[in-house]
């Protein structure tokens, strides 16, 4: 699976929108992009994946550039309980091969 | 509730113990992953299975096994344990091998002292 680069961290305001970017310039055709978070103490939990098109949940928005060599994870207010660890993945849709985690993005998120 | 359930949460124990983690996934789950991870290390893949069988290894020493029953559940066996063996063990489980959306349990805390 391809490599991705994300800022060691970020700092945001509560109830502000944040944009955490994440670079993966050797993405393949088939490299779906995952988004995870960990929380302080928790197991990883899934956010948000797409593969060309934007996508949004409850959670968050996924912003891919049309080459596809960089996406923006949005998280439209911070709220205190967004402090985590954010994950951005790379995945080929025919892989067997578990989700490889790097070192993702530490956000802060200050009252 | 994340629906994957992980025993013991915390455990300590003695170096050149073997300690044993338990996993259930998630209802309807058939693919088993296991990770490490350790505050230098970050999430360490070690070792996946499908419905059963070992599909995938990662970073798992000789001194680690695992395995996955029939009831889908898996236990991850750790043995002749060093001081360097102390870490976070999360589970997480999928549907199936190439669906990439995973649910990962609140994790066993590993402590060898």
């Known amino acids: 699976d391809a490599k991705t680069t994300q800022p060691n961290s970020m700092e945001s305001n509560e109830e502000e929108p944040v944009h955490l970017p994440c670079n993966h310039s050797?993405?393949?055709?088939?490299?779906?992009i995952h988004w995870y978070r960990q929380l302080p103490s928790q197991g990883p939990e899934y956010v948000i994946h797409?593969?060309?098109s934007n996508v949004n949940n409850r959670m968050a928005s996924l912003a891919i550039a049309e080459d596809r060599k960089s996406s923006t994870l949005i998280l439209h207010r911070a709220t205190l309980r967004d402090a985590a660890v954010y994950y951005c993945?790379?995945?080929?849709?025919?892989?067997?091969?578990?989700?490889?985690f790097g070192k993702g993005t530490s956000l802060l998120v200050t009252p | 509730d994340s629906g994957v359930t992980q025993t013991p949460k915390h455990l300590i124990t003695a170096t050149g113990q073997r300690v044993t983690l338990r996993c259930s996934p998630r209802?309807?789950?058939?693919?088993v992953y296991w990770y490490q991870q350790s505050l230098d290390q970050g999430l360490q893949f070690l070792i996946q299975?499908?419905?059963?069988?070992?599909?995938a290894k990662g970073n798992i020493l000789e001194r680690f096994s695992a395995q996955q029953f029939p009831d889908l559940h898996s236990e991850l066996n750790l043995s002749s344990l060093e001081l360097g063996d102390s870490a976070l063990y999360f589970c997480?489980?999928?549907f199936g091998q190439g669906v990439l959306r995973y649910t990962f349990g609140s994790g066993t805390r590993l402590t060898v002292v």
């Open positions: 997480a489980s999928s």
């Open positions: 050797t993405i393949s055709g088939t490299d779906y």
């Open positions: 797409g593969l060309t």
């Open positions: 993945i790379l995945r080929d849709q025919n892989s067997g091969y578990a989700l490889n």
């Open positions: 209802s309807g789950d058939l693919s």
């Open positions: 299975y499908y419905n059963g069988e070992e599909r």
